[in-house]
Nanobody, 115 residues
Framework: QVQLVESGGGLVQPGGSLRLSCVSS????????MGWFRQAPGHQREYVGR???????DYADSVKGRFTISREKGKNTVYLQMDSLKPEDTAVYYC?????????WGQGTQVTVSS
């Protein structure tokens, strides 16, 4: 079974940057759309953005212009580059894909934006 593993989270000051990675155990990124989501304490999980097999991207309004999703060709890795981070970006970030009728989620990585 395909597994997704996120990494790259941490503590960063407002205005700083982080790059998250999502590594798949299988070659799926050229086949399936990959999404990034986040969940802050006391809030529902929310959509951040996605990248299609054709490398088209889409972003939530709250991160548009600050976050960039990319895929490294030849590697089973999708990235979420986060710039100009704000305290309200603090959350656990997850990558997700859907294979058939099944949603696959990673375990999440914590991002904390604080001075």
């Amino acid at each position: 079974q395909v597994q997704l593993v996120e990494s790259g989270g941490g503590l960063v000051q407002p205005g700083g940057s982080l790059r998250l990675s999502c590594v798949s155990s299988g070659r799926i990124f050229g086949i399936y759309t990959m999404g990034w989501f986040r969940q802050a304490p006391g809030h529902q999980r929310e959509y951040v953005g996605r990248i299609t097999p054709g490398v088209d991207t889409d972003y939530a309004d709250s991160v548009k212009g600050r976050f960039t999703i990319s895929r490294e060709k030849g590697k089973n890795t999708v990235y979420l580059q986060m710039d100009s981070l704000k305290p309200e970006d603090t959350a656990v970030y997850y990558c997700k894909t859907t294979i058939g009728s099944k949603d696959l989620w990673g375990q999440g990585t914590q991002v904390t934006v604080s001075s």
